[in-house]
């Protein structure tokens, strides 16, 4: 892997714990701005914001608030969901561009950073998503891999929590392949490979494979015997 390239997944990691720290309601109205910037764009039609907004409407109504879980001794556990990481992503020549939007997006909303792969059917797409964080005073929590030939080297980075394909399934294979191989945390595919009916992209809970959940306990109702036992060992009566 080259020097520029390791630099690039420093620099994603550090992204994400900045954007994954965003309300994400926040997050959701930076990629509503996008989905907009999308449809005044001729070259990519209407389709791609009408799915960024299918699936910002699915995230507040999934993950966006976090959930009181009272425990059998009083304690208080609220659960809410944090971003995996960095996610790898990309799609074949021509393929879907919905598709890829839709993953993209998802994976931002989740609280996620993104190593996009370079595509002459992208650059829009980027374009348009950083006019967006740019007005939100926001960093850019996309990174664009310009050398192809450290694929194999970035799905092998134990940063790497996931990787997006849009494609055919052969290459989907190939990808789930070089995954399985590796050693450290688990990453999973998210592969579109029908790009006819978009089944993955069509998923209305789709944001929840880029998640994970995170606990808070508070429990204040053991601090008085908690106490007394500290004191029976000093000897204090």
């Known amino acids: 892997m080259s020097e520029s390239v390791t ?5 994603a990691k550090k992204s994400w714990l900045t954007w994954n720290d965003i309300n994400i309601h926040q997050r959701i109205g930076i990629t ?5 910037r999308l449809k005044d764009n001729p070259n990519i039609g209407d389709t791609p914001a009408h799915v960024i907004e299918f699936h910002n409407r699915q995230a507040v109504s999934l993950i966006a608030e976090s959930q009181m879980m009272p425990g059998p001794t009083g304690e208080s556990n609220i659960l809410s969901t944090s971003g995996r990481g960095i996610f790898l992503m990309m799609m074949e020549q021509d393929s879907s ?13 989740a609280g996620n950073s993104v190593l996009l792969l370079s ?10 998503l950083q006019q967006a964080c740019s007005l939100s005073g926001v960093e850019m ?28 399934e052969a290459q989907a294979i190939s990808l789930n392949q070089a995954l399985a191989a590796r050693t450290g945390q688990i990453a999973q595919l998210i592969a579109e490979t029908d790009l006819a009916l978009l089944p ?3 998923d209305q809970h789709l ?8 606990t808070l306990s508070t429990n204040v109702t053991a601090v008085g015997g908690n106490a007394t036992l500290l004191a029976l060992g000093c000897g204090e009566q």
């Open 200 to 202: 993955t992209v069509r």
């Open 207 to 214: 944001v929840l494979r880029f998640i994970t959940e995170k």
């Open 32 to 36: 509503a701005q996008w989905g907009e």
């Open 119 to 128: 595509n002459s059917n992208n650059k829009e797409i980027v374009a348009s």
């Open 97 to 109: 561009v919905p598709a890829l939007v839709g993953l993209l997006n998802c994976a931002l909303i």
């Open 141 to 168: 929590p996309v990174f664009i891999v310009n050398e192809k030939e450290a694929l194999q080297a970035i799905i092998s980075d134990p940063n790497i929590a996931g990787v997006c394909y849009v494609g055919n």
């Open 7 to 11: 630099v690039m997944i420093k620099q």
